[in-house]
């Protein structure tokens, strides 16, 4: 039993150091999926919860300035949902259970081309859950000239009710469609 847990720790330790490691594939989407995104400043009340399912918003928080406001795709249990575009947001509904959520930002201006987040996370019938996505970036360092450095990131958190909706009340919606 000791030796389970221990091996169970330590492969938990690797993923969490490594998070090259983790499956992107059991929450993202296919990668040749781009989106094109506009944006609806219009959206002012929130949409009922669908009875016996839970009610997600993803909420990007662009924390920098750059010539174009960065697109997050949104990802949920390997097929994509959607996608935010700078600050702003996207809503969608899930079965009550186990979920897994990605958000991605694929651009050449990030060094290692693709930057993922996930979050696993078990949505129950009724509720409202709240995510940001919140993109950073920094100044290229001097191996970097063309990118925004190595402190180019993407990271998905779970937040209280109270901030997001805050965040979707000072946020216009993502409304977004794959590109042909």
Request: some cysteine.
């Amino acid at each position: 039993m000791k030796t389970a847990l221990l091996v169970i720790f330590f492969a938990s330790a690797v993923v969490a150091q490594n998070p090259a490691q983790v499956p992107h594939a059991a929450a993202c989407g296919p990668m040749n999926i781009r989106f094109q995104v506009t944006i609806d400043p219009g959206q002012t009340s929130p949409p009922e919860i669908e009875t016996g399912k839970a009610l997600i918003y993803v909420v990007e928080d662009q924390k920098f300035k750059a010539v174009n406001d960065v697109t997050a795709r949104i990802g949920l249990d390997g097929s994509w949902v959607g996608a935010t575009r700078g600050n702003s947001y996207l809503f969608f509904s899930v079965e009550p259970g186990e979920h897994h959520l990605c958000a991605d930002w694929v651009s050449k201006l990030v060094p290692s081309g693709r930057e993922v987040s996930l979050f696993g996370f078990t949505a129950e019938a009724g509720k409202t859950y709240y995510f940001r996505a919140r993109t950073t970036g920094g100044p290229p360092s001097a191996m970097d000239r063309n990118g925004l450095g190595d402190m180019a990131a993407i990271d998905l958190d779970l937040i209280n009710s109270d901030e997001g909706k805050l965040l979707v009340s000072s946020s216009p919606v993502s409304i977004s469609h794959a590109k042909k």
